[in-house]
C-alpha cells in the first residue's frame, strides 16, 4: 500500500465531514419526531423539546393502540400490503417467466403491447372511470388487482430469469412437471433475490400509497392508515384525529402528540425491516444499472 | 429445446411432413401453460392500460354519469380550447414547469456527486453506514413526511423558534400558508428524501467497473481526481443518459402524492399544477370530460419530451432507451 499524500488525507477527512453532516440532516428531522411523539402531549404543546423528552410519556402511544378508527385503519394497511405483495410478486413473475422463454409464440407482440404502456396511458380520468365501472369503488379489491402486475417490475424478473442455466428446468421437465409447475417449483425459488427486491419495492408502495384509498374509497372501515393520516395531516383536521381518539384517554393525550404517535407506529415497521432487505434491493439495481 | 415430454419421441420426425400450420399448432399445444401464463398478463394490460386509453376519447365528448362512454355526444375540441382560455391555466403550468426544472437543475446532478464522494470513502463499515442512513427518508411516505415538515414549519416549530432566536424574525412565519415559500419546500424536502436513495443506481453502475481499470490508472500514477474523472465519470455515462432521458420525460409528471399533501387553499397560486388540476375538476367537481382532455394534453407533451430526449442522447453519445 502506497503512503497517502497530505493532501489525500485532507480529502478523506473533508468527505467524512460531508457525510457526518448528510446523515444529521436525514436523522434529525426524524428524530425531532420522535422525541416529542414521547413526550407529554400537553407538555409539548409549548414546544422546545430538540434533543429527549421533557416530559417521558407513553400515553399517546397507549391511545393510538386503543383507538378504534386507527387500529382498523391499522389492519387495512396490514391486509392490503400482505395480499398485494404475494399476488403483485407471483403474478408479475408468472407473466415474466412466460415472456422470458424464448418460444413462446406472440412474444414480441406481447413485448410490444407491454412497452407501449411504459410511454402512455389514460391518465386519471378514464382510470377512475374504468375503476368505477369495475365495480371497484368501496371494495378492499381496488387495492389488489389494479396492482396486480407492472411491466416495469416484469423486466426486472426478465432480466434475472434469463441468467438462470436451462439445465434447472430440463431436469424438472424430464420429471414430467408442466410450465406452470417449473415457474412455482423451480424458478420462484432460485430466484429469491430478485422475488424480495420486488417483495419490498411493492411492500413500501403498498404500506405508503394514500392515492388508492383517497379516490376510490368513501368508506372508512376500508381506508389504510395512510389515507387516515393523510386527511389529518393535508386537511388539517383535528376533528378526525379527535373522532379517533379513544374514550377514557388521559387529558394530556392532545390530538397533535396523538397524530405524532400514530406517524411513528405507521413508520416504525417499514424502517425496521429495510435495512435487513438493503443487500437484496442494492442487487436488484446491479441488474437494472447493468441492463442500462 | 421445445421438445415436450408428452410428445412421442417420434414426433419431430412426423412433423416435417405436415403442413406448417399443423406444425405451429401442435407447438401451441405443447406451449397451453406458457400461453395461458403470458395471456393472464396480456389480458390484465388490456384491462387496467388499453381501456383507460380508448377512454381518453370523452376528452373530445360531453360525458356525463348518466350516459355510457360511446352515447356521449362529440363535441370536438371544445374542452381542449376551454382551457387554454381559463385563468388558471397560467399559473397551474409554471407551477408544473418550473418546480420540475428546478427539480432537475437541482435534484438530478446531487446523487451523482454523492455516489461519487461516498465511493471515495476507505472505510466499508462507514459507507454502509451512510448508505443505511441516508435511504431511510425514502421509506418515509409523503403523508408522514408532510405531517413532519407541517410539525418543523408551524409557529411554535423548531424553524421559527431558532430564525427568533437568531433574529432574523420577530414574528413567527406561517410557512405553508404563504405562496412565495411552496417552491422550495417542496423541493428541499424531495432532495432530502431522495437522495440517498437515487445514488443507488449510480453506485450500482460504479461497482461494476473493472479494478483493474483503476489499478492501471494507479499504476500510470494518476491520483483520486483524475482517476473520478477518467474512469468513473465515463463508465458511468450510459447510466446517467437513461435516467436523464427518464427524468425530461418526466418534466410534467408533478409529485403529486408530495404536492397533494403539502398545498392548501393559502398557498393555491404557487402549488396547483396540472395533475392537481385534473383531479380537482375531475373527481372534485365531476368535470370528467373536461378534465380528460387536460391530462391529455399532458401525456402527449410527455410522449413528445421523451422522443426529444431520447433522440437528443442517441447523437450525443449513442445512449438511447429505444
Known sequence: ?292 | MSVKVETKPSSPQTATGRSSIQVWVQKLIAQRYLQVMALLGVAWMIVFNYIPMYGIIIAFKEFDIIHSISDAPWVGFDHFKEFLEDDSLGYVIKNTIGMSLIKLIIGFPLPILFALLMNELRSMIFKRWVQTITYLPHFLSWVVLGGIMATWLSDVGIVNKILMALNFIQEPIMYLAEPKYFWGIVITSDIWKELGWSAIIYLAAISSISPELYEAATIDGAGRGQKMWNITIPSIKGTISILFILAISGVLNSNFDQILVLRNQLNETSSNVIDVYVYQVGLLSGRYSYAAAVGLIKSVIALILLLGANSVTKRLNNTSLF
Open chain 1, 1 to 292: 500500500m502506497k503512503r497517502q499524500s497530505a493532501s489525500e488525507v485532507t480529502f478523506e477527512i473533508l468527505i467524512t465531514l460531508l457525510m457526518l453532516v448528510i446523515c444529521f440532516i436525514t436523522l434529525y428531522p426524524i428524530w425531532y419526531v420522535l422525541v416529542n411523539a414521547f413526550n407529554d402531549g400537553e407538555d409539548a404543546m409549548r414546544g422546545g423539546i430538540y434533543w429527549i423528552p421533557r416530559v417521558f410519556s407513553l400515553s399517546s402511544f397507549n391511545a393510538v393502540f386503543r383507538s378504534e378508527g386507527i387500529m382498523t385503519a391499522m389492519w387495512i394497511t396490514i391486509a392490503k400490503t400482505v395480499v398485494g405483495v404475494v399476488v403483485h410478486v407471483f403474478f408479475t413473475a408468472m407473466v415474466a417467466y412466460a415472456f422470458s422463454r424464448k418460444e413462446l409464440i406472440g412474444r414480441k407482440l406481447y413485448m410490444l403491447i407491454g412497452t407501449i404502456t411504459m410511454f402512455f396511458g389514460g391518465g386519471l380520468i378514464p382510470y377512475y372511470l374504468l375503476i368505477r365501472d369495475l365495480h371497484l369503488l368501496d371494495n378492499f379489491l381496488v387495492y389488489i388487482i389494479p396492482a396486480a402486475f407492472s411491466f416495469f417490475d416484469l423486466i426486472i424478473f426478465l432480466s434475472f430469469f434469463r441468467e438462470i442455466p436451462a439445465g434447472l428446468e430440463e431436469a424438472a421437465r424430464i420429471d414430467g412437471a408442466n410450465d406452470f409447475q417449473i415457474f412455482y417449483k423451480v424458478i420462484i425459488p432460485v430466484s429469491m433475490p430478485v422475488v424480495a427486491t420486488i417483495a419490498l419495492f411493492h411492500g413500501v408502495y403498498q404500506w405508503n400509497d394514500y392515492f388508492t384509498g383517497m379516490i376510490y374509497m368513501n368508506d372508512m372501515d376500508l381506508q389504510p392508515i395512510q389515507t387516515f393520516l393523510y386527511r389529518v395531516v393535508a386537511q388539517s383536521s383535528s376533528n378526525q384525529m379527535l373522532a379517533a381518539m379513544p374514550s377514557g384517554v388521559s387529558v394530556s393525550v392532545t390530538s397533535q402528540s396523538l397524530k405524532l404517535a400514530t406517524m411513528v407506529v405507521t413508520t416504525a415497521p417499514i424502517v425496521i425491516v429495510y435495512p435487513f432487505l438493503q443487500k437484496y434491493f442494492v442487487k436488484g439495481f446491479m441488474i437494472g444499472s447493468i441492463k442500462g
